[in-house]
């Protein structure tokens, strides 16, 4: 059944080529780009495919006609979006119609074990940007809470940070989005290879939403305290992504660290209920 899958998912994107070239034209900028980890996703999507090509083997395959409508829909609405030439709306349908495709051919039992790895590429798709004037307003408000706890002389103008040595502009492309999608990103696929329950899952996933956020305030708030004690001097001032993925970095091997402490590793290999019978499939 897997090699059929993954013949049917290279030919969508052969079909859907115009989606699939601009998907990958925006995962291709890497600098400063906040979804260059579009090629991460889709290979881990894969990785979770293969991980559960047994699982796959046991479910009877039962073709859904009706969800014939649903493709048809879903094509229609891609195409619709092509005339008005809205490139974003054509990747977000994308998405549902390769699950409308799969529920077609395959049924609910082969849709439902495919869901997650199919709306895990929704990661990587540029939907999340209005995300970033809340992002801006977090860290913003955060970081100068933390300058005014260190003593700092300073006060803020809209998202401008005054200190007498100069001012600090924290903008949209500080916001931390693309931090935020790569914890997410990774964050979700630890869940899911490590962790069987959804408390379980759900923390993984909420320390991953965290944490990045929290790198971002650390950040603006140590590049605040460098411009202040350097007069603005330091070289993290110009070049302050750098310091981000640092610190991204640091917290996510403390969670690693706090993770193998607590010792709550499930089993890697996905537990599967027996086939008793098969399933007589109704048109």
């Known amino acids: 059944m897997l090699p ?26 890497w600098e400063g780009g906040s979804y260059s980890h579009g090629f991460v996703v889709l290979l881990l999507s894969g990785y979770i495919i293969y991980k559960k090509r047994k699982v796959l083997s046991l479910v009877d395959t039962c073709p859904a006609l009706y969800a014939l409508p649903l493709v048809a829909l879903n094509v229609v609405a891609w195409s619709l979006a092509g005339l008005a030439n809205i490139q974003l709306l054509q990747a977000v349908i994308l998405l549902p119609l390769v699950l409308s495709v799969i529920l077609l051919l395959g049924g609910w039992q082969v849709t439902w074990k495919l869901l997650l790895p199919v709306l895990y590429i929704g990661l990587a798709i540029p939907v ?3 995300l970033m004037p809340l992002l801006q307003t977090i860290t913003a408000e955060s970081a100068f809470s933390l300058t005014r706890v260190a003593g700092i002389p300073a006060f803020m103008d809209d998202y401008t940070i005054n200190l007498p040595a100069g001012r600090l502009s924290i903008e949209e492309a500080c916001s931390g989005l693309h931090y935020l999608l790569a914890g997410v990103t990774l964050g979700v696929f630890y869940a899911w290879q490590n962790y069987r329950t959804f408390r379980h899952r759900f923390l993984v996933v909420a320390l991953a939403i965290g944490a990045p956020i929290l790198a971002n305030i650390l950040r603006v708030f140590i590049i605040t305290w460098l411009a202040h004690r350097t007069a603005m001097q330091h070289p993290y001032i110009e070049d302050h992504l750098s310091l981000g993925w640092y610190l991204f970095a640091a917290l996510v091997f403390l969670l690693l660290v706090v993770d193998l402490l607590l010792g709550r590793h499930a089993d890697e290999s996905e537990t599967v209920q027996p086939r008793v019978k098969n399933v007589q499939c109704k048109y």
């Open 4 to 29: 059929a899958f993954v013949f049917l998912f290279l030919l969508l994107l052969f079909l859907y080529q115009d989606t699939t070239l601009y998907l990958a034209r925006i995962w291709s900028e």
């Open 128 to 130: 999340w940007s209005p």
